[in-house]
């Protein structure tokens, strides 16, 4: 079983930053990739970010490549997401994933374990 506890979330103007932080427990050596989804009222959950655990290969949905960057403190078992220059359509539950296949990073049913998510709300 794998734990995730998601924080940092918070309200911030456009053109600001937060850092979300996923801590985790449990048998985190395990999955495949550590990812962050956000989903906002009303519309499915999507893909944002994604780290590969084997070799740090990362992803990115093109909505937040070189706005937002994803890391992993290993020695802590903690996962980060630098969000810079937030703009009001990045206003959303951002969720922690471990899990994952090869070919399916980018969809929520092929994760095992959430979080329960932190609400980020970036004001215009």
């Known amino acids: 079983q794998v734990q995730l506890v998601e924080s940092g979330g918070g309200l911030v103007q456009a053109g600001g930053s937060l850092r979300l932080s996923c801590a985790t427990s449990?048998?985190?050596?395990?999955?495949?990739?550590m990812s962050w989804f956000r989903q906002a009222p009303g519309k499915e959950r999507e893909f944002v970010a994604a780290?590969?655990?084997?070799?740090?290969?990362?992803y990115y949905a093109d909505s937040v490549k070189g706005r937002f960057t994803i890391s992993w403190d290993n020695a802590k078992g903690t996962g980060f997401l630098q969000m810079n220059g937030l703009k009001p359509e990045d206003t959303a539950v951002y969720y922690c994933?471990?899990?994952?296949?090869?070919?399916?990073?980018?969809?929520?049913?092929?994760?095992?374990?959430w979080g329960q998510g932190t609400q980020v709300t970036v004001s215009s």
């Open positions: 994933a471990a899990g994952g296949r090869p070919g399916s990073i980018r969809v929520p049913t092929s994760y095992n374990y």
């Open positions: 449990g048998r985190t050596f395990s999955t495949y990739v």
């Open positions: 780290l590969r655990r084997s070799d740090g290969t990362t």
